[in-house]
């Protein structure tokens, strides 16, 4: 990996210089793609140029810059479920800038001129994913409740962290090694109710990106994914009202236009959305109903919610001013004298950010961006009281440019500056009028970035996209700094196959520290430090796309190998919470994965989906652990699949349906037991023995496979006042029982025969293994709604609503 490593480097600098060769055959089309009836920016929108079979396309604000002869041409430009718009240009005597608006379509018979499926082949990009808000409410969910990042679930190359979780772990990498995104603002902890379901609400959300390889240059921080989440802006044209009411949330959302200038170009709209669990106001009055009951146990009170907000300004078509902010919190309280315990944890985020086009072939995007998240324990029993958190903040100043320059070349770059703030294991205890003993530590550090990246068209059947990152990191004194490069490269060998390779280097300098045993997320997030070195990663891929049936189907086919450097994990018996020096608990190793990754997908049609098939190996090595033995992780699955399916069986009635299978996450359990006598005066039973379970090598056992089927029903009805919608769902239709852990019972065959000693004890008791699930199967109703006013004042409800043929959804 090393030869591999230095031959990149020398080829990003070699291709780097290329771009300032002249060229005057060319110029540079510009534009902004929106929603006719909204003016919301289309993230992804295809740019496509027939005659060239040359195309691109939209970026999260819309914006999109692509390089074409100096000639008359026609450029078409579509979206999934929108009508495709055809304009002429003419690029003979300077550049041109194109401002195009989508309208909604509604017709029976579609003809499809520009695919998403063709755009995906021709892109340089592999190893990625693109899930929509609209693709994720027709999937069936547990409770009824979307989660957009349990869609990305389904994908290849993704696992869950187990039954019902929406943890992330990407092609053998740990939880903590996905960087996630939103608006552009690191979130630390993206989960509400203990890991089920996450803090996205799909309301506010426009689209989300998931990056598994070939990253691009401005991405950094993490080792195995970027989820990039992009966050919807309020309605342009009129005030709306949009919501849902589900089994155990709802939530509202309210968008439309704040102010709109005479010119017609200027113009402010807001979104605010809110999000609620009543899991608490349902427990409060069980409680209140049982509380003369002596033997009743009080069932704990809990909740969630997230509020998410953005204003965007359009002063013209070459600047905009957004302003989006998100703040979440889960709230856990259990009261029953004389023990308390109350546990809160959550994210808050602000992001100002301000876009500028300084002509045809620059642009620049300036974000100011502050995250916190933190957790706090307080436990109060009697007169004693002790409290445990810990809190991670950010405070971020990024610039990203995008220049065109004439010729086949498109240059990014930009930088970054973080100041990170670490509050790490701050626990207090003592009683009420004195304090017994206090720990934790303050950490800060900075981070800081720089990166150039290049897209080149050698050919219209060779394109390379090289980048490379620097990155550093300083903690009180020490410096860690290095080169991070980046390409992916594309040869299209015709219309409908393509082949790509990429290698990318990533360094993880914050690294999530927590106990695999504790059952409330008391993570700590802890900064590189003179003991503590950065996480590495260098992943190399390649992959075959093919269009099948003319079009209609895309199969890509993906082998990566992936090392990582600097793992941490703890060693064997680990004091994780009350310690002033929580670096002696590390242990460092390395780990490697590899596999292949199939994938079928259709988007056109009455029936539309994928099916995703991963082989995979994950190994660990450290020399503390496992007496130096690799090992493997957790959640490595040999075989993961994936089958999503969308039929619509009317305009008006979808049928939806999701099937999944993965081989068993890999545990440690033991071998045997040891039987020994206490020291004389031992209570318990049995009398004065001890029972020790005895552990070998780490993870050497496998749980039953996770299988799982999911149904959903989505009826469409058009009142007067909007739309809205009824969405049946059936979670684990056919009652899979699949494991959450494993524990073991001690039984005991004939305890009244037993005389004491260690032998008798072998040959009166046994241990059986028994397993724990979460979820039978769970039925569930979500009605969602959207108020609107009709611009032209017609009885909606008399008209024939006609989802669109040609659409995913």
Not at 518 to 546: E, F, I, K, N
Not at 574 to 579: G, I, T
């Amino acid at each position: 990996m090393t030869r591999l490593y230095a031959l990149t480097v020398f080829l990003l600098f070699t291709v780097a210089t290329s771009w300032a060769q002249p060229g005057v055959t060319e110029r540079v089309l510009t534009g902004w793609v929106k929603e006719a009836e909204t003016g919301v920016p289309l993230f992804g929108a295809t740019i496509y140029v027939p005659s060239l079979q040359r195309g691109t396309s939209t970026d999260e604000q819309g914006y999109f810059a692509i390089r074409l002869p100096a000639d008359t041409l026609l450029v078409q430009v579509s979206y999934v479920g929108y009508l495709t718009v055809t304009r002429r240009i003419d690029l003979r005597q300077r550049a041109e800038r194109l401002a195009v608006s989508l309208q909604t379509e509604q017709l029976e018979e579609v003809v499809v001129t520009a695919s998403e499926l063709q755009d995906k082949l021709n892109t340089t990009q592999m190893s990625v994913e693109k899930v929509t808000a609209q693709e994720a409410r027709l999937l069936p969910a547990l409770f009824g409740e979307v989660d957009i990042i349990k869609t990305l679930q389904l994908k290849p190359g993704v696992q869950s962290g187990g039954e019902g979780s929406s943890g992330l772990y990407v092609r053998g990498g740990g939880s903590d090694q996905n960087l996630l995104l939103f608006d552009g603002a690191p979130l630390y902890n993206a989960n509400h109710l203990f890991g089920f379901f996450s803090v996205f609400n799909t309301d506010a959300v426009e689209s989300v990106e998931l990056y598994k390889g070939g990253f691009p240059a401005q991405y950094n921080g993490r080792l195995s994914s970027v989820v990039d989440v992009t966050m919807r802006e309020g309605e342009a044209e009129q005030w709306q009202m949009t919501g849902g009411v589900g089994l155990i949330s709802s939530r509202l959302t309210v968008e439309g236009p704040l102010l709109k200038h005479r010119n017609g170009t200027s113009y402010t709209t807001v979104l605010l959305s809110g999000r609620r669990t009543y899991f608490d106001v349902i427990t409060r009055q069980i409680n209140r109903l049982n509380e003369d009951n002596p033997d009743y146990n009080a069932i704990p009170d809990y909740s969630f919610y997230d509020l998410n907000g953005k204003i965007s300004t359009h002063f013209s078509d070459a600047d905009r001013l957004t302003l989006s902010g998100y703040h979440g919190r889960d709230n856990f309280l259990f009261n029953q004298d004389p023990f308390n315990i109350r546990f809160d944890w959550g994210n808050t985020a602000a992001i100002l950010n301000w876009q500028h086009q300084f002509g045809s072939r620059l642009s620049a995007e300036n974000r100011l961006i502050y995250t916190d998240y933190d957790y706090r324990v307080r436990y109060n029993f009697d007169a004693f009281k002790f409290s445990l958190g810990s809190r991670v903040s950010d405070r971020t100043f990024r610039s990203d440019f995008t220049f065109t320059p004439p010729s086949s070349h498109q240059i990014t770059f930009g930088g970054l500056y973080t100041h990170h703030t670490f509050d790490v294991g701050r626990a207090n205890a003592g009683r009420a009028d004195e304090e017994l003993f206090s720990a934790g530590n303050a950490l800060q550090a900075t981070e800081l970035g720089a990166y150039v990246g290049d897209k080149i068209d050698f050919s219209p059947a060779w394109q390379l996209d090289a980048g490379l990152r620097w990155s550093a990191f300083l903690y009180q004194g020490k410096r860690y700094a290095g080169l991070e490069p980046r390409a992916s490269l594309r040869y299209r060998i015709s219309d409908q196959v393509a082949l790509k390779t990429s290698y990318a280097r990533m360094r993880q300098f914050i690294h999530l520290v927590a106990s695999s045993g504790a059952s409330l997320p008391t993570d700590v997030w802890y900064p590189s430090t003179r003991l503590v070195r950065p996480q590495v990663s260098d992943q190399l891929a390649a992959g075959l796309s093919l269009l099948l049936f003319d079009g209609r189907l895309l199969l890509t086919d993906e082998w990566y190998y992936k090392e990582l450097q600097r793992q941490i994990d703890f060693r064997d018996g680990a004091n994780l919470f009350v310690n002033n020096d929580l670096e002696k608990e590390f242990v460092f190793g390395k780990g490697w994965s590899y596999g292949n990754e199939i994938y079928l997908e259709k988007k056109q049609g009455n029936t539309t989906g994928w099916l995703g098939y991963t082989l995979s190996w994950s190994y660990r090595q450290f020399p503390e652990i496992n007496d130096g033995a690799i090992f493997f992780p957790r959640y490595d699955r040999r075989h993961d699949i994936s089958l999503v399916v969308t039929h619509h069986l009317s305009p008006r009635l979808s049928v939806t349906g999701t099937w999944i299978y993965g081989t068993g996450n890999a545990v440690t359990l033991p071998v045997g037991r040891l039987f020994f006598s206490d020291v004389t005066g031992t209570t318990g039973f049995p009398p004065g023995i001890s029972i020790v379970p005895e552990y070998q090598q780490r993870n050497t056992f496998r749980m039953a496979p996770y299988h799982r089927m999911d149904v959903g029903l989505v009826w469409h009805f058009r009142p007067r006042w909007g739309e809205s919608d009824l969405t049946f769902s059936i979670y684990n239709l056919y009652n899979r029982r699949n494991p959450y852990f494993i524990y073991f019972d001690q039984e005991w065959i004939d305890p009244d025969d037993f005389t004491g000693s260690p032998e008798d004890v072998q040959k009166f008791v046994t241990f059986r293994a028994r397993q724990v699930s979460l979820f039978p199967v769970i039925p569930a109703i979500t009605f969602n709604f959207r108020f609107f006013k009709d611009p032209e004042h017609k009885p909606i409800r008399r008209q024939k609503y006609k989802a669109p043929k040609s659409s995913y959804l």
